[in-house]
T-cell receptor, first 114, second 110 residues
Framework: EPEVTQTPSHQVTQMGQEVILRCVPISNHLYFYWYRQILGQKVEFLVSFYNNEISEKSEIFDDQFSVERPDGSNFTLKIRSTKLEDSAMYFC????????????FGEGSRLTVL | KNQVEQSPQSLIILEGKNCTLQCNYTVSPFSNLRWYKQDTGRGPVSLTIMTFSENTKSNGRYTATLDADTKQSSLHITASQLSDSASYICVVSAQVDMRFGAGTRLTVKP
């Protein structure tokens, strides 16, 4: 059973639309991460979330992005107004222990912005 | 600047052959180094994790080495199988900073 389940597996949206990607861990974890991977490129860090707060974010994570845990278990990434360049695989990852770098990745959500 | 460089960018080998992938890093202060395997369109899966004091760690046919002095790591794959075809990503952690390499794309042919 996967540590992390992501939904949707694939979403196609029009430029300017809002998108919400969801991540459900199998059990309670303190550390959550979102990464993205543009087709053919390296995995890029977006944001880390610890104890219900953003602990670190990259330059990519601008005002169009937000994260939250609306019900204490699901972990969401929202893109308010999608751009063409947001098309990518978005991976949620959890750290089973205390920020050791042992990340367990979900299968990813593929976002296609038209 | 914290960076992770991997080589080669891509590699094609015949089934049953061995291969070695390289990872050089400038991440500091070093915390740990991980090798991940990423199948196309899937999430990365951890193969090994190495801390400063570890030189070698094996996971089945995968053997990772670490030289903390030269800031180099390698991943050796023995007796390759078709299912080894994937991208192999080196990730180096420095306390709160985690840097991903661009990966090596390995193709194993019959």
């Amino acid at each position: 059973e996967p540590e992390v389940t992501q939904t949707p597996s694939h979403q196609v949206t029009q430029m300017g639309q809002e998108v919400i990607l969801r991540c459900v861990p199998i059990s309670n974890h303190l550390y959550f991460y979102w990464y993205r991977q543009i087709l053919g490129q390296k995995v890029e860090f977006l944001v880390s979330f610890y104890n219900n707060e953003i602990s670190e974010k990259s330059e990519i994570f601008d005002d169009q992005f937000s994260v939250e845990r609306p019900d204490g278990s699901n972990f969401t990434l929202k893109i308010r107004s999608t751009k063409l360049e947001d098309s990518a695989m978005y991976f949620c990852a959890i750290d089973r222990l205390t920020n050791t770098g042992e990340l367990f990745f979900g299968e990813g959500s593929r976002l296609t912005v038209l | 600047k914290n960076q992770v460089e991997q080589s080669p960018q891509s590699l094609i080998i015949l089934e049953g052959k061995n291969c070695t992938l390289q990872c050089n890093y400038t991440v500091s202060p070093f915390s740990n180094l991980r090798w991940y395997k990423q199948d196309t369109g899937r999430g990365p899966v951890s193969l090994t994790i190495m801390t400063f004091s570890e030189n070698t760690k094996s996971n089945g046919r995968y053997t990772a080495t670490l030289d903390a002095d030269t800031k180099q790591s390698s991943l050796h794959i023995t007796a390759s199988q078709l299912s080894d075809s994937a991208s192999y990503i080196c990730v180096v952690s420095a306390q709160v900073d985690m840097r991903f390499g661009a990966g090596t794309r390995l193709t194993v042919k019959p």
